[in-house]
């Protein structure tokens, strides 16, 4: 009986030993004899302990946030730079058996691909265009990284830090294009007050009338002021042209 029992004992702990329960985020990548064999889960598996080897990966999105990075912008201003990446694993084989250390390896090509694509952008590139350069980083990481089975969904700059000479530079440089827009739109301003003068102007001069209603308006609009102490004499217009005569008579 015993010789039965002993033999039985081995094979159930043998095969509690085989067990293995990969979540729905998980999957294993197994080894025979150190070839790869394949990738099994999620669920419930069997790995035999000794010829068998499971590596689990993670297939969730991984948050990888890249240090801050010296970055020469190219004139020739030096800036901090960190950035955040989403990465994931589409391929579980590749991403074991292509690289060592698949996490480590993305995030030293992040770093890498940080530093080399802000290097070709000036500095007014990197604060107005960030969308853009966010692109760029995620498509450069995306292809490399794919022959890891690695997907770069993806790339966030964080924080581009300047030092104090630099903003200072740059708040003077925003104060001189406030002022130069402020005069510019003073000068419309300017040009089209002339304009809607010289068309008032030769339409009254087609009509001498008008001028006489303009003159009456003013008068009642300075009369209508509160407090106004002034008194108003209304003399014909033509009176001018008698004194104008007079004036050539004498002569």
Same mark, same amino acid.
């Given at each position: ?5 002993? *033999?039985?004992?081995?094979?159930? &702990?043998?095969?509690? $030993? +085989? ?14 004899? &150190?070839?790869?064999? @394949?990738?099994?889960?999620? &669920? ?5 302990? %000794? ?26 201003? /030096? ?26 390896? /993305?995030?030293?090509?992040?770093? /890498? ?5 802000? @290097? ?7 604060? +107005? ?27 966030? #700059? ?11 530079? #740059? ?17 419309? @301003? ?12 030769? #339409?009254?001069?087609?009509? *001498? ?9 003013? $008068? ?5 002021? /509160? ?9 014909? $217009?033509?009176? %001018? ?7 050539? %008579?004498?002569?």
């Amino acid at each position: 009986m015993i010789a039965y029992l002993v *033999p039985l004992a081995l094979v159930l &702990g043998l095969l509690v $030993m +085989s067990i293995r329960i990969l979540p729905e985020y998980e999957r294993g990548v197994i080894f025979f004899l &150190g070839r790869f064999q @394949g990738v099994k889960g999620p &669920g419930l598996i069997i790995v035999i302990p %000794g010829i068998q080897q499971m590596v689990r990966v993670d297939l969730r999105i991984i948050t990888l946030d890249v240090p801050s990075q010296d970055v020469i912008s190219q004139d020739n201003v /030096t800036v901090r730079v960190n950035a955040v990446l989403y990465f994931r694993v589409m391929e579980p084989a590749k991403a074991i058996i292509q690289v060592e250390d698949y996490y480590a390896a /993305t995030s030293q090509l992040a770093q /890498t691909t940080l530093r080399s694509v802000l @290097g070709k952008h000036d500095l007014d590139e990197m604060l +107005s265009e960030r969308d853009k350069l966010n692109q760029d980083i995620q498509e450069i990481l995306d292809k490399q990284t794919d022959s890891w089975g690695i997907k770069v969904t993806n790339v966030e #700059i964080k924080h581009v830090d300047l030092n104090e000479s630099m903003i200072r530079a #740059i708040a003077r440089q925003a104060e001189a294009e406030r002022e130069r827009r402020a005069k510019v739109i003073h000068a419309e @301003g300017e040009l089209q007050a002339a304009e809607k003068l010289s068309e008032a102007a030769e #339409i009254i001069g087609r009509q *001498p009338a008008a001028l006489q209603l303009r003159y009456l308006q003013t $008068m009642s609009d300075m009369s209508t002021k /509160t407090g106004s102490s002034t008194v108003f004499f209304p003399l014909p $217009m033509e009176l %001018g042209d008698i004194f104008k005569a007079l004036q050539k %008579g004498a002569k």
